[in-house]
């Protein structure tokens, strides 16, 4: 139990393209989704925090209105990467948790890898 | 907020050996979470363990086993009998109000 997909797992677009990532929890529900950003060879850094029915909570230097998340249902959470440029090519990565039972790990969907030429 | 600290960017170890990955941990949350996970070349997250403030006692599952010191605020992963299929990247996170907080990682090098 515990799955969750994220797809699509790599996306190769143009500069100035807008690309959606999705994330679902297939077995669970999950009101909290979590979205993370990777550069290579570093750490998971936590872009913001998906509220199912309200507005994401973003980490302090994450643009709103670059990186919009929608959180429709309690299965799934949407990232998109508004206007992407080279910059914002990363390896972006979702998480979520089930709401139902305590002191569980958040579990991770196998990421995304996002070029922008 | 958390901090999470690993001092140890690479790890080397033999096969069937067993190894210790470091972790120590900042919080001023009164109850957390330690957890661990791995993260292979292909880049997925793999939840490997996990360790209550409150447990009394060291959480292991098969091969891994966590090494919690909550004077010492460590929470150190022991991995026994190692496998070629253990290299990957380490990651130990801590969680207080649902946040996740990583730590900058442990590659282990797993030789024949």
């Known amino acids: 139990g515990a799955v969750v997909s994220q797809h699509p797992s790599w996306v190769i677009c143009k500069s100035g393209t807008s690309v959606k990532i999705e994330c679902r929890s297939l077995?669970?529900?999950?009101?909290?989704m979590f979205w993370y950003r990777q550069f290579p060879k570093q750490s998971l850094m936590l872009m913001a925090t998906?509220?199912?029915?309200?507005?994401?909570?973003?980490e302090q230097g994450v643009e709103k209105d670059k990186f919009l998340i929608n959180h429709a249902s309690l299965t799934l959470s949407t990232l998109t990467v508004t206007s992407a440029h080279p910059e914002d090519s990363s390896f972006y990565i979702c998480?979520?948790?089930?709401?139902?039972?305590?002191?569980?790990?958040?579990?991770f969907g196998d990421g995304t890898r996002l070029s922008i030429l | 907020a958390q901090k999470i600290t690993q001092t140890q960017p690479g790890m080397f170890v033999q096969e069937k050996e067993a190894v210790t990955l470091d972790c120590t941990y900042d919080?001023?949350?009164?109850?957390?979470?330690l957890f661990w996970y791995k993260q292979p070349s292909s880049g997925e997250m793999i939840f490997l363990i996990y360790?209550?403030?409150?447990?009394?006692q060291n959480a292991t599952e098969g091969r891994y086993s966590l090494n919690f010191q909550k004077a010492r605020k460590s929470a150190n992963l022991v991995i026994s009998a190692s496998q070629l299929g253990d290299s990957a990247m380490y990651f130990c996170?801590?969680?207080?109000?649902?946040?996740?907080?990583f730590g900058t990682g442990t590659r282990l090098l797993v030789s024949p």
């Open positions: 998480s979520a948790r089930d709401d139902d039972v305590g002191n569980q790990p958040q579990h």
């Open positions: 077995d669970f529900q999950a009101t909290t």
């Open positions: 998906s509220n199912e029915g309200s507005k994401a909570t973003y």
């Open positions: 919080t001023s949350d009164p109850s957390y979470g």
């Open positions: 360790q209550g403030s409150y447990d009394q």
């Open positions: 996170a801590a969680s207080g109000f649902q946040k996740l907080v």
